[in-house]
């Protein structure tokens, strides 16, 4: 029947489900928010002029990749696949419309906060309130039925204490106070993105394996969760709480636990499907990056400041950006009608997206004198990866599926 409906405008096609609209929205916020950062990197090394941020643009980098960016991906990611995994119906539009619109609002106010005084913070109240009502569908999903709801009720919690970080955030725009914006960075990333992220992919990632390599074996132990789940809360306590140097106690156990999973997880194989090896490769970030903070948080421990932003980027950059990426791409292609199959275009740019995390990486390791540049470098790498992504991308979202199915 539905191959005989009027053809629905192009305009309709970006609300017919959640995960078009919330990634375009994600993609978006991802290309202005990193072409701020990239003119304030400009302005630093004297190729643009200076920019009278209202933020401190540290803070303003931060608020708006964690609690923006990341966010609409990860909603329009949940909204899609944790019916699946409760046996709950598909979500129809009038229940999540609204709270994208408060959503969409809030940060296009944010945004114009960063250079308006007094404009974010009626920006970061509609943040609250369109994740508040987004948060209302996805308590609703995981906690359904008598499935097994482990990782739907994880993530589920996670993104809450995504919403405890927009709040402090709102703390910091409302008193300027910088103890607000650590408390809000470190619950977002240690406490939302990573559970988050490492919850989807301890579900999905030998979900997906197992249908491609041949007489394997789904490696998902609850240990493993809850030593990289736990101890990412507990380092984001430790470190609001100023002890750096005992962090090593919980990132180090953290590490085994990721690269051990990576490993059991069989990425070699994997790499002859290229949009499977890209989770892989991906997830291996996630063991990296918490062996660099757990060798931070040891040498501090011996007296000795090393290796900066390195262990944040690497997470952020490598595990966050590199998952997103696959991940986004896997669900964009399943859900528009098209094959499971990464094209040429797709497997380059990851590959460039790879690059930009060393790039990236490498600035907290060159002489100050060079950082900014190599850190320039490293945005403009992630402009160019994901601008093109998007261009190969976004157009999906508000054509038909290519199958001719709804949805």
């Known amino acids: 029947m539905q191959g005989h409906a009027k053809p629905v405008p192009p305009s309709f096609m970006l609300f017919v489900a959640p995960h078009r609209t919330l990634f375009l929205s994600g993609a978006v916020m991802l290309l202005v928010s990193f072409a701020m950062w990239a003119a304030e990197l400009g302005a630093r090394v004297g190729l643009l002029p200076a920019i009278g941020w209202v933020f401190p643009p540290g803070w303003m980098h931060a608020l708006l990749v964690t609690s923006g960016v990341f966010p609409f991906f990860m909603f329009g990611f949940l909204l899609t696949a944790m019916p699946r995994w409760q046996g709950y119906d598909e979500i129809d539009a009038g229940r999540w419309l609204w709270s994208w619109r408060l959503l969409a609002a809030g940060w296009a106010l944010a945004i114009v906060g960063m250079v308006v005084p007094g404009v974010a913070v009626p920006g970061l109240v509609l943040v609250f309130l369109g994740w508040g009502g987004m948060q209302r569908i996805l308590w609703q999903v995981a906690h359904h039925g008598d499935l097994e709801a482990l990782h739907a009720r994880l993530v589920c919690y ?81 470190d609001v709480a100023g002890l750096l140097s005992l962090r090593w106690i919980v990132d180090a156990p953290a590490a085994f636990a990721a690269l051990w999973l990576s490993r059991q997880w069989r990425p070699v194989p994997a790499m002859k499907v290229p949009l499977l090896g890209m989770l892989h490769i991906g997830f291996l970030w996630l063991g990296i990056a918490l062996t660099l903070f757990a060798i931070q948080g040891f040498a501090s ?77 490293a945005v403009l790498g992630w402009l160019g990866v994901f601008g093109a992504w998007a261009s190969r991308y976004l157009p999906i979202y508000w054509r038909p599926r290519s199958d001719g199915r709804p949805g």
């Open 158 to 238: 996670a993104m809450i204490a995504g919403m405890v970080a927009v709040l402090a955030w709102l703390g910091f725009a409302l008193s300027g106070n910088p103890v607000w914006a650590r408390i809000a960075i470190e619950i977002a990333v240690f406490c939302s993105l990573l559970p988050v992220f490492f919850g989807v992919c301890h579900r999905m990632v030998p979900f997906f394996s197992s249908s491609v390599i041949p007489a394997y074996v789904m490696v998902r132990p609850l240990w493993v969760l809850v030593l990289v789940v736990g101890g990412s809360v507990l380092h984001a306590a430790l």
């Open 301 to 377: 421990l011996l007296g000795y400041a090393v290796l900066g932003m390195a262990p944040l980027h690497a997470l952020g950059v490598g595990f966050f950006g590199s998952v997103l990426m696959a991940m986004v791409s896997r669900v964009t292609l399943g859900h528009s009608g098209r094959k499971l199959s990464a094209d040429r275009l797709t497997w380059v740019l990851f590959l460039g997206l790879e690059a930009v995390v060393v790039v990236r990486i490498a600035a907290e390791l060159v002489p100050a004198g060079w950082s900014a540049f190599v850190m320039l470098l």
